[in-house]
């Protein structure tokens, strides 16, 4: 089991290069696919990006409105994942969330996939 706190939100302008942070407490941070996921007021949370653990690479993959601009990386000595987020914009604004996964890799745009949540820290982006 492993529990999650984020960090590293707040208001911020447009444009701007906010990174969160999830802290993860519990064993085994290693084997745990991170994920990051977002809800904006009145829709539904959605998928943003995703990490597989260090021995694969760390490879990642991202939600198509945020590829280009947000970077996802691990630090498993730290039991740390990390959401680097560049050129802001308004619709960015939401409650960003860190998940974990000790699923074999599969959809990991689903929100199933993920069993440990933290509980989301606020991003406002202001124009």
């Known amino acids: 089991q492993v529990q999650l706190v984020e960090s590293g939100g707040g208001l911020v302008q447009a444009g701007g290069s906010p990174r969160l942070s999830c802290a993860a407490s519990g064993r085994a941070f290693q084997n745990y696919i991170m994920g990051w996921f977002r809800q904006a007021p009145g829709k539904e949370r959605e998928f943003v990006a995703a990490?597989?653990?260090?021995?694969?690479?760390?490879?990642?993959s991202y939600s198509d409105s945020v590829k280009g601009r947000f970077a996802i990386t691990r630090d498993d000595a730290k039991k740390t994942v990390y959401l680097q987020m560049n050129s802001l914009n308004p619709e960015d604004t939401a409650v960003y969330y860190c998940?974990?996964?000790?699923?074999?890799?599969?959809?990991?745009?689903?929100?199933?996939?993920?069993?440990?949540w933290g509980q989301g820290t606020q991003v406002t982006v202001s124009s």
């Open positions: 990490i597989m653990w260090s021995w694969r690479g760390s490879s990642t």
């Open positions: 998940a974990a996964s000790q699923n074999l890799p599969g959809q990991l745009w689903r929100e199933g996939e993920y069993a440990y």
